[in-house]
């Protein structure tokens, strides 16, 4: 069996995420993501550029762009898809988590369903 990645990129998000990397000059830096507690649905990711590597981070590397996960967010996010959307709302980076029961329209917050907690207005202002 075939382990799950835990996170791809699409094609957008992949030649965006290099045109950012070559621009800031460093070799070294790799896309990271991780879920957080907070925002409307329970958890939220956050996504940053990083140089350092941590010995719990798992790296997926696709296509010569690195992603770094630590170990407390991979479950949370395990078979994600990282987008790059540039709509009339906006351009960004998003998620799209198979693990996410419940998500806001923000789409920076999510919930898996794991918790007994129930569910929070959305706050993010849509």
């Keep these: ?21 070559v621009k800031e000059g460093n070799p070294q830096l ?3 993501i991780f879920v957080s507690g907070g925002g409307c649905s329970g958890m939220q990711y956050g996504m940053a550029f990083d140089d350092t590597r ?3 981070d798992l790296v997926v590397e696709q296509d010569g762009v690195q992603i770094v996960v ?11 898809e990282i987008d ?35 569910a929070k207005a959305c706050g993010c202002g849509h």
Excluded: W
Aim: charged share 20%.
């Design 54 to 56: 941590r010995a719990d």
């Design 84 to 118: 790059y959307v540039d709509s009339l709302m906006g351009a960004g980076f998003t998620v799209h988590n198979p693990n996410a029961v419940h998500s806001c329209s923000c789409g920076t917050s999510f919930d898996t369903g794991e918790d007994s907690g129930e």
């Design 30 to 32: 790799a896309l990271r």
């Design 1 to 21: 069996m075939i382990e799950q990645a835990v996170v791809s990129l699409t094609s957008d998000a992949q030649s965006r995420l290099k045109e950012l990397l």
């Design 70 to 80: 630590d170990d407390y967010s991979a479950p949370y996010i395990r078979g994600s």
